[in-house]
């Protein structure tokens, strides 16, 4: 369901605020928090069953200020039912040059790991992952490396010890990253608790490649780049040639969009089928919690509520975000400068106060009961 061309028009003048690709000054910020709380407020009330319809003008032109206001916010893309109808480069590139996505490069690699399992390259989420692993199995392992299983690196659950945080650095100027992660001490047993780790990730990436014959590159722009129409340029590699698998993926925010529309809409798009949906859904399934944020944690991606809907997303360093909310037909890019002086940790609360207090209002009153007659185009 679309707007009619009367309401089209409206939404454009407000949502068109930031269309323009010099920014402008940023509002007081005050004001335009306090016009997010009235907007949320107005969305408390019981919801009718609602068909997709758009974003409420006021509500919008209220999150619009906000994003202004937000120093390190880059970017911001709304789209309902598949229909953009927010987009705003407020500064840093434009909406279709690849910036690096950060940690939402893990949300990718899950959804390789699902087509691969769907061709038969991997046999499911139970394969264990060190046959494909032994050249780099450190002498005298831990006996728990052969049963670390694909879903433990996809959910976070391999136990291994972190190379993220301050374990980072010497990770990543080690001579073999992979080896250096599979010698890192076990901190639980495999299918634990979740121990956040890019090293988790990139043997993840390593294993794929040596079951693929492929890079993970290359799997990427012919598994999803292509069907989806978007491209997906080389990024980092460790010393072996491997590519990073868990961070610095390059996509451009709308092609971020569309990645999350193939989500949004259970692994199909424009008639063809890219990944089951039957991955999605296990994707989504929270298989653990992140000690940190609390966020339930499945394959990939990130599971949360706001305002009573099911919220998941991929979260990458610095503030970059993809929401998927199927309930209301919502998928929203925010694209944050990834490499923040000084580190601002409350810049992603920003972003998440902007989607649940702001965007998910909007959608909640800018869709009409089922039923209802279709505004006029008068």
């Known amino acids: 369901m ?29 004001q335009a928090q306090t016009a997010l709380a009235q907007a949320a407020q107005a969305a408390q009330a019981p919801a009718p069953a609602v068909e997709s319809q758009g974003l409420d003008p006021a509500a919008m032109s209220a999150v619009v200020e906000e994003a202004q206001a937000l120093p390190n916010l880059h970017a911001l893309i709304v789209a309902r039912d598949g229909e953009v109808l927010a987009e705003h480069r407020l500064r840093g590139p434009g909406l279709d040059q690849p910036v690096n ?54 959910s976070m659950q391999a136990g ?22 599979l010698a890192r001490p076990f901190d639980d ?55 990073f698998g868990g961070n610095d993926m390059m996509m451009s925010p709308r092609a971020l969009l569309r990645f999350g529309e193939l989500y949004r809409l259970g692994g199909e798009i424009d008639g063809r089928r890219i990944l089951p949906a039957t991955w999605i859904a296990e994707s989504w399934t929270p298989r653990t919690r992140s000690p940190w944020s609390g966020h339930a944690y499945g394959y990939g991606w990130f599971t949360k509520q706001a305002a009573g809907h099911d919220v ?15 309930s209301l037909d919502l998928t929203v890019v925010m694209i944050s400068d990834p490499s923040p002086r000084p580190r601002e940790e409350s810049h992603v609360n920003d972003l998440h106060t902007l989607l649940d207090a702001g965007i998910i209002p909007a959608a909640i009153t800018g869709a009409r009961p089922s039923g209802a007659s279709s505004p006029s185009a008068g």
Request: proline residues 8%; hydrophobic residues 40%; glycine residues 12%.
């Open 189 to 243: 047993d495999p299918g634990g608790r979740m121990i956040y780790s890019t090293g988790t990730s990139h043997l993840m990436s390593a294993a794929l490649s040596e079951a693929a014959g492929a890079s993970t590159h290359q799997l990427a722009r012919d598994w999803l780049g292509e069907p989806l129409g978007v491209t997906i340029p080389p990024w980092q590699r460790d010393p072996q040639g491997i590519y």
């Open 312 to 326: 998941h997303f991929a979260w990458g360093y610095g503030g970059q975000m993809l929401f998927v909310v199927p």
């Open 160 to 181: 291994l010890g972190r190379t993220s945080g301050q374990y980072y650095g010497a990770w990543v100027t080690s001579p073999n990253w992979v080896r250096h992660a």
């Open 101 to 154: 996505i950060k940690s939402a490069s893990k949300t990718v690699l899950s959804a390789l790991v699902g087509v691969a399992i769907q061709r038969g390259v991997l046999s499911g989420t139970d394969q264990k992952i060190a046959p494909l692993l032994a050249r780099d199995l450190p002498t005298g392992a831990d006996p728990r490396l052969q049963e670390i299983e694909v879903g433990h690196l996809l």
């Open 2 to 30: 679309r707007f009619s061309p009367s309401r089209q028009i409206a939404g454009a003048l407000v949502l068109g605020l930031l269309g323009a690709c010099s920014p402008s000054p940023a509002p007081d910020r005050a």
